[in-house]
């Protein structure tokens, strides 16, 4: 393993929330809430992560969509795409990527499963994108050489340049006295990605706001610092008027497949 890959993988286990805290958590802190990964209507921002997808889907052309999640990532380039595949662990999303699909009338098919684990499962796509997984993952270049894996022309990955949670800190910090970590960002997931010998194109850019409602971003922030339903009041308080969940400095990351 490399530097950047050790780094990366000691900074994404520093998250780990102390057993006290989690003890007493009433709901599970880690999960991906439905309503909050929920595409009520595809995204039509040009977005670089957008432009590099399309640039590289053919009329009709297929896309791999790796924790596909409510398939945002995916549903944003139809048209051109005329056949989404959605790969994600959680069922309930992949019937959200589904419903939205058909709301959309493209061509769809759903797996179950974990990347890179479920791979050999799913079909190779024309290009394969990953919207905001990658901080779920502590062996990123296995991770993305079976992206390139099942790309035909190309792999477009977009995170945001900071570790979503830390956009939580200082809340951690004033309800449990707790410092919680930075790290790891986007600029060593290039690193990682370097290293593994993916020439990867890095873009950043600030994305748009998603059309979340302010009570599901609240719920989602109160069971992520492991706090009773109680506390959203507390919570909504804290949260800035213009609060975005994850922060929206953002980072695309693409490659050829070939
Ligand atoms: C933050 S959400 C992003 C969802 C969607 N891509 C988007 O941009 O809205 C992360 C998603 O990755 C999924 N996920 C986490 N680990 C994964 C893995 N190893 N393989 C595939 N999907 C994973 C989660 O279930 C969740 O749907």
């Known amino acids: 393993m490399t530097a950047a890959a050790d780094q990366w993988r000691t900074e994404l286990a520093s998250w780990v929330i102390p057993d006290d805290i989690l003890a007493a ?15 009520a209507e595809p995204s039509t921002a040009d977005t670089p ?3 590099r997808a399309t640039d590289a889907l053919p009329a009709g052309g297929s896309v791999l969509d790796v924790g596909c999640g409510g398939g945002a990532a995916s549903l944003a380039l139809v048209p051109p795409a005329g ?3 959605g790969i994600d662990p959680s069922p309930g999303l992949l019937a959200e990527f589904a419903a939205s699909a058909d709301r959309a009338g493209v061509a769809h098919a759903q797996v179950l499963g974990a990347w890179p684990a479920a791979a050999p499962e799913v079909e190779t ?14 062996d990123l270049a296995d991770f993305a050489h079976a992206l390139t894996g099942k790309a035909r022309h190309r792999v477009v990955i977009e995170m945001t340049d900071r570790h979503p949670m830390t956009s939580t800190n200082e809340l951690w910090q004033r309800f449990h006295c707790l410092t919680r970590p930075t790290g ?4 060593l997931a290039a690193a990682v990605l370097a290293d593994a010998g993916i020439a990867a194109t890095v873009e950043r850019f600030e994305r748009p706001a998603r059309d979340i409602p302010r009570q599901v971003v609240v719920a989602a922030t109160r069971r992520r610092l492991c706090l009773p339903a109680d506390r959203d009041p507390e919570i909504d308080n804290l949260l800035g008027a213009d609060h975005t969940f994850p922060s929206r400095a953002t980072t695309c990351l693409w490659w050829d497949a070939h």
Not at 125 to 138: E, Q
Not at 184 to 187: C, E, G, I, L, W
């Open 83 to 85: 056949r989404l595949v």
């Open 25 to 39: 958590a009433p709901e599970s802190p880690w999960g991906f809430p439905v309503d909050l990964f929920r595409v």
């Open 184 to 187: 790891p960002d986007a600029t």
């Open 49 to 51: 992560s957008r432009r």
């Open 125 to 138: 796509a024309d290009v394969v994108v990953c919207h905001h997984v990658t901080y779920n993952i502590p």
